[in-house]
């Protein structure tokens, strides 16, 4: 059971550059989300998807879209990155509806130069 | 909108000292609270949560939490703490409407001295 497992674990994107976070999940939750770090913020939250087929918005959601490929998998796209962007980002699950304790991945530390 | 507060940015003790963290939040209504804990270089844990009922909550490597409905807060304690709780501690709060996520406070890093 590996719990939450995200890749790449550490990343350097150039301004403009594409990439995109990958974020699965072995409990068999129905809720997962996206979070950023940044230092003396706490983590925000981006985007969240309460179960398979549903995405919404979180805090700070601009430069960012996600897809629910599955019940597994839920994935962050940053299309055209920029150095405001660096941070590290955090995936997490919870089950049911949203409620719960939420369950955190290993986090990708992305740096935008 | 929900928000979480963690008055102390950055708490040094030394071993056997007591601990305590304060979060303050604003939302009237019904809440789920929780404390995670952060070790250098690794992701969020859970130490406790608090859903209902006795609002006096024990969680893991003897810290406790008191929910206090009219002062709106969940205090983190330890009687006696030790290096290895060296960490960033960070409170977090879910509303049981609206949003299905939590919001966290921008977080206490403790440094525990030997």
Known sequence: NAGVTQTPKFQVLKTGQSMTLQCAQDMNHNSMYWYRQDPGMGLRLIYYSASEGTTDKGEVPN?????????REFSLRLESAAPSQTSVY????SEGQGFNEQYFGPGTRLTVT | AQSVSQ???????????SL?????YSYGGTVNLFWYVQYPGQHLQLL???????????????FEAEFIK?????NLRKPSVQWSDTAEYFCAVNARTGRRALTFGSGTRLQVQP
């Open chain 1, 90 to 93: 955090f995936c997490a699950s």
């Open chain 2, 7 to 17: 008055h102390n940015h950055h708490v040094i003790l030394s071993e056997a000292a």
């Open chain 2, 48 to 62: 406790l949560k608090y859903f209902s009922g006795d609002p006096l909550v024990k969680g893991i490597q003897g």
């Open chain 1, 63 to 71: 430069g960012y879209n996600v897809s629910r490929l599955n019940k």
């Open chain 2, 70 to 74: 009219s002062k709106f807060s969940f």
């Open chain 2, 20 to 24: 305590e963290l304060g979060c303050n």
